[in-house]
């Protein structure tokens, strides 16, 4: 049985952006460590370590998709954010502590922004580039003529 938030997910991310993929990752990452935080409440020592890895390995994959050369001081800033993320999660990790998660959860949601930010601008910029396609055919022609017939 397909999971309708799993099929929603994948359809999102087929044809993204980059910038929208972004996007997605951190939305991936906050989930997890919201669901963390919980797994902490519950002392649930297998799920908070389940999710918390694999937070780690989204940031991983942001990270390594950095482009340092053409993002420049931007590009050094946010590996800085990562490298103390990374390091805020493992302390949090170790000293059970959901009020360390909401602190992260908090920059996540800030940044998570800021890159939705420059998601409505690229796809703003897209559609004032689009060009409109003809008009084939005017519907609201009084002329039966103006409507083609398929087969001539």
């Not at 087929?14 to 919980?38: F, M, T």
């Amino acid at each position: 049985m397909t999971n309708p938030h799993t099929s929603y997910r994948e359809t999102d991310v087929r044809g993204a952006s980059a910038v929208r993929l972004v996007v997605l990752l951190y939305e991936q990452l906050i989930q997890d460590l919201r669901h963390a935080a919980k797994a902490m409440e519950r002392n649930d020592i297998e799920l908070r370590t389940h999710k918390l890895n694999h937070a780690l390995d989204v940031i991983a994959h942001l990270q390594g998709s950095l482009n340092k050369k053409a993002g420049g001081a931007v590009a050094n800033t946010i590996e800085s954010f990562y490298n103390c993320l990374r390091a805020n999660l493992l302390e949090a990790h170790c000293h059970a502590s959901a009020l360390g998660l909401a602190r992260q959860i908090t920059d996540l949601l800030t940044l998570r922004e800021a890159w939705m930010e420059v998601d409505r601008a690229e796809a703003a910029l897209a559609a004032s580039k689009a060009v409109p396609l003809p008009r084939l055919v005017d519907h609201n022609s009084a002329h039966p003529a103006a409507r083609a017939d398929w087969n001539g």
